[in-house]
Nanobody, 125 residues
Framework: QVQLVESGGGLVQAGGSLRLSCAAS????????AAWFRQAPGKEREFVAA????????YYADSVQGRFTISRDNAKNTVSLQMNSLKPEDTAVYYC??????????????????WGQGTQVTVSS
């Protein structure tokens, strides 16, 4: 497992942008697929985006496709989520996750065995 710490959350107006970062430590991060999930109050945690070990390909939930971009820098042990054209419905706690499995990145939450503590993103209308 790796240790993950998110940063970059905050309050932004609808239509604005935020960039979330996740710093990894521990075992070789480059051997882990990585993803972002989010959880809104009263709702289950849901998949947002995922990226393979080498940085491509990437996968997105339909709700964020075209607005969010996931990327990673294995030299710096970081994964980022650039969020543009934010909507009030994007308000949630965003979690960074990593998978030590050998499968390609997936939307399945059960595949991820390392999690960060989460960072709050609030989009006002």
């Amino acid at each position: 497992q790796v240790q993950l710490v998110e940063s970059g959350g905050g309050l932004v107006q609808a239509g604005g942008s935020l960039r979330l970062s996740c710093a990894a430590s521990g075992r070789a991060f480059s051997s882990h697929a990585a993803a972002w999930f989010r959880q809104a109050p009263g709702k289950e945690r849901e998949f947002v985006a995922a990226i393979s070990r080498a940085g491509g390909p990437t996968y997105y939930a339909d709700s964020v496709q075209g607005r969010f971009t996931i990327s990673r820098d294995n030299a710096k042990n970081t994964v980022s989520l650039q969020m543009n054209s934010l909507k009030p419905e994007d308000t949630a706690v965003y979690y960074c996750a990593a998978s030590s499995g050998t499968r390609p990145p997936t939307f399945d939450i059960r595949e991820y065995d390392s999690w960060g503590q989460g960072t709050q993103v609030t989009v006002s209308s």
